[in-house]
Nanobody, 128 residues
């Protein structure tokens, strides 16, 4: 059974950093990708970053490019989202999800439709 669990959210001051973790289990295939998404109150869900299973392909939303970094530790079955220079617009619930049809070499997508399984989310609040 595929499961994903996010952690690492919290309250941080503007300009600060956080590291989110997405721990995965139950994967029995080689074709998949992991994506990070976020949803702020009153707004639509937004793709933030994704990584292919070979780790050779990553993708970032324009709003976070240069500030966020995605990293996959296969030994720990965990995908990290390193978030730097946070601002109030980054406040949202962050979710990780898996696309089970993604080619190992990518490209991964920031569109949510292909993602099959989702975690419960972790809240990130940036105070200004």
């Amino acid at each position: 059974q595929v499961q994903l669990a996010e952690s690492g959210g919290g309250l941080v001051q503007a300009g600060g950093s956080l590291r989110l973790s997405c721990t995965t289990s139950g994967f029995a295939m080689d074709y998949y990708a992991i994506g990070w998404f976020r949803q702020a109150p009153g707004k639509e869900r937004e793709g933030v970053s994704c990584i292919s299973s070979s780790e050779t392909n990553t993708h970032y939303a324009e709003s976070v490019n240069g500030r966020f970094a995605i990293h996959w530790d296969k030994a720990k079955n965990t995908v990290y989202l390193l978030m730097n220079s946070l601002n109030a617009e980054d406040t949202a619930v962050y979710y990780c999800a898996t696309d089970l049809d993604a080619h190992p070499l990518g490209p991964c997508t920031l569109v949510s439709d292909p993602y099959d399984y989702w975690g419960q989310g972790t809240q990130v609040t940036v105070s200004s």
